[in-house]
């Protein structure tokens, strides 16, 4: 090996982008907070006459207060088309860009599309979220793998506001289901009941966009009570907190300490033998056990939170650090 030269297997580049403006500039055009130059939906700047599109510009945006700078493909193509009608004078404009993205990372997909739950927090814009995991096709068809889901919703009306969603298989297929779902302002009702097409190499017959929905319905409804990490981690202390998985499972897996572990099948046997002191708390890998545990629960008349997001969420999170060390 010479000086300077260093091995490697991979060299990842994430210089990142950045609009260029300099003749905005001196056309005195008004710009967005990012930079790029500020457009309406007929994508108009500022000064009559003219203009910009692409990576350059920043459209109206539904996820955002305003607009947004999204320097991508698919928004760059349609303002493209916007921009020639209305010079030619024919009606058009750009729905607002939802930032909808994929990204082949590795062997695993990486998408995106409206709010982030950051952006919701940042906007304080009221939220519930919820995680799943659910088969790209039908389980017992072969080749199945996981996707795991974050679904961002309106809490009081159910309007689905953002997705994210990571696997090996079919995230672009849902990502877009979701993009559309959002651009219509559908909401988890909507989406529980989309009719998808369905057969065992490419879905379940409950799609995962269709679990998302069933899941934020419930939230909505209040029939599912959840609890998120942060209050998990501030409450589960004082509580009583019951892994709802099979004792194999959580062997392989990791535990919360100071839980107790009580599969769901001994469920009934042990609520009906407990009176539990204060809260309780259930978790399982994902939060899909672990929310029937607090409907079984509820007929013993004891009122359990689900952990969203599961013993992966609590392992995951960036609050790692601040929680108990997993065994
Ligand atoms: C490596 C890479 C991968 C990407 N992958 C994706 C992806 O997977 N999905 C996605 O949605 N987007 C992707 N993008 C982004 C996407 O390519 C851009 O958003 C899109 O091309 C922007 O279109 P545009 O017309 O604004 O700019 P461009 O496509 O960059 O077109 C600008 C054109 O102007 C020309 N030009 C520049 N200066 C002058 C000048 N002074 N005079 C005359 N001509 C000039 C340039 O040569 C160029 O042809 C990727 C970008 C890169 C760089």
Request: one cysteine or more; a negative charge.
């Amino acid at each position: 090996m010479d000086d300077g030269e260093q091995p490697f297997d991979t060299v990842v580049v994430a210089t990142g982008v950045s609009p260029r403006t300099e003749l905005a500039e001196a056309a005195g055009i008004e710009r967005h907070e990012s930079g790029a130059v500020a457009v309406d939906s007929r994508m108009r700047t500022s000064v009559p006459s003219i203009h910009a599109v692409g990576d350059v510009a920043a459209p109206p945006a539904a996820c955002a207060d305003g607009r947004a700078w999204v320097p991508l493909g698919g928004p760059a193509n349609r303002m493209g088309r916007v921009a020639a009608n209305d010079v030619a004078g024919h009606d058009d404009a750009l729905d607002p860009v939802l930032d909808t993205a994929i990204a082949k990372v590795f062997d695993l997909d990486v998408g995106t599309v409206g709010y982030t739950e950051h952006e919701l927090r940042t906007e304080g814009r009221p939220h519930e979220v919820v995680f799943t995991s659910e088969p790209d096709h039908a389980g017992y068809y072969p080749g199945a793998t996981d996707i795991h889901f974050k679904l961002l919703f309106d809490p009081e009306d159910g309007t689905v506001l953002g997705a994210q969603a990571i696997g090996s298989d079919g995230v672009d297929k849902r990502i877009d289901v979701l993009a559309t779902a959002i651009a219509h302002d559908d909401t988890v009702f909507d989406i529980r009941d989309f009719d998808l097409a369905y057969a065992p190499p490419y879905s379940a017959a409950k799609d995962p966009v269709n679990v998302l929905g069933m899941i934020g319905a419930n939230v909505v409804e209040g029939v599912a009570d959840v609890v998120h990490l942060e209050e998990f981690l501030d409450r589960y202390a004082e509580a009583t907190v019951i892994d709802t998985r099979p004792p194999e499972m959580r062997d392989a897996q990791g535990w919360i300490p100071g839980d107790e572990n009580v599969p769901l099948g001994k469920l009934r046997e042990w609520a009906a033998e407990t009176d539990p002191d204060g809260e309780v708390l259930t978790y399982c890998k994902i939060g899909k056990s672990s929310y029937m545990a607090t409907r079984i629960l509820a007929e013993y008349g004891i009122d359990a939170k689900s952990l969203t997001g599961g013993y992966y969420r609590y392992r995951r999170t960036e609050r790692e650090a601040n929680a108990p060390p997993a065994q």
